[in-house]
T-cell receptor, first 116, second 108 residues
Framework: DGGITQSPKYLFRKEGQNVTLSCEQNLNHDAMYWYRQDPGQGLRLIYYSQIVNDFQKGDIAEGYSVSREKKESFPLTVTSAQKNPTAFYLC???????????????FGEGSRLTVL | AQRVTQPEKLLSVFKGAPVELKCNYSYSGSPELFWYVQYSRQRLQLLLRHISRESIKGFTADLNKGETSFHLKKPFAQEEDSAMYYCALSDSNYQLIWGAGTKLIIKP
């Protein structure tokens, strides 16, 4: 069953703790993305990676970190430096080519992080 | 600046009525535009893209470069159309620029 798997679905964290969200894909996609989804604000890009061992900051990277050691995996760490971490986090992947495939992202089911 | 604007946060229409979700964009190059949909308890997914000129689930969207718009339309709304809809634009670096989304509610 191909797709993107995010875990955990729900996560609670105390203030001051780091937490890592997992994202795995078996679609053989080159690019992977992390978005934050807040009501009324749409999707905001945190980090993205187009190739293994390389990643770029998105619009709201502060307080987050990522790694891309394998093509299939793109974990996101929400650090204690993130001022407002309670949110819904979405991971996505895509192929990198022009034409019909461009711009089509495949999303995971999301991870809801709540900071207590 | 590159931007996608969805002016309506919430749109509520009766079943059987026409639906139009508005999307305007600002982009200096040749845009590629998309509509994504998120049904309740389902993952965000692509609904349609302008380059394919297709109709999906009765929805169509026409790119109007003169008005810089890509409105999503359906002539007769169905209850299962209730969802969150996002308009997005793909830039030359394969990055998507997202609108804030419109929540569509179809009343019975």
């Amino acid at each position: 069953d191909g797709g993107i798997t995010q875990s955990p679905k729900y996560l609670f964290r105390k203030e001051g703790q780091n937490v890592t969200l997992s994202c795995e894909q078996n679609l053989n996609h080159d690019a992977m993305y992390w978005y934050r989804q807040d009501p009324g604000q749409g999707l905001r890009l945190i980090y993205y990676s187009q190739i293994v061992n390389d990643f770029q900051k998105g619009d709201i990277a502060e307080g987050y970190s990522v790694s891309r050691e394998k093509k299939e995996s793109f974990p996101l760490t929400v650090t204690s430096a993130q001022k407002n971490p309670t949110a819904f986090y979405l991971c996505a992947s895509s192929i990198l080519r022009g034409g019909v495939g461009r711009g089509e992202l495949f999303f995971g089911e999301g991870s809801r992080l709540t900071v207590l | 600046a590159q931007r996608v604007t969805q002016p309506e946060k919430l749109l509520s229409v009766f079943k059987g009525a026409p639906v139009e979700l508005k999307c305007n964009y600002s982009y200096s190059g040749s845009p590629e535009l998309f509509w994504y949909v998120q049904y309740s308890r389902q993952r965000l997914q692509l609904l349609l893209r302008h380059i394919s000129r297709e109709s999906i689930k009765g929805f169509t969207a026409d790119l109007n470069k003169g008005e810089t718009s890509f409105h999503l339309k359906k002539p007769f709304a169905q209850e299962e159309d209730s969802a969150m809809y996002y308009c997005a634009l793909s830039d030359s670096n394969y990055q998507l620029i997202w609108g804030a989304g419109t929540k569509l509610i179809i009343k019975p």
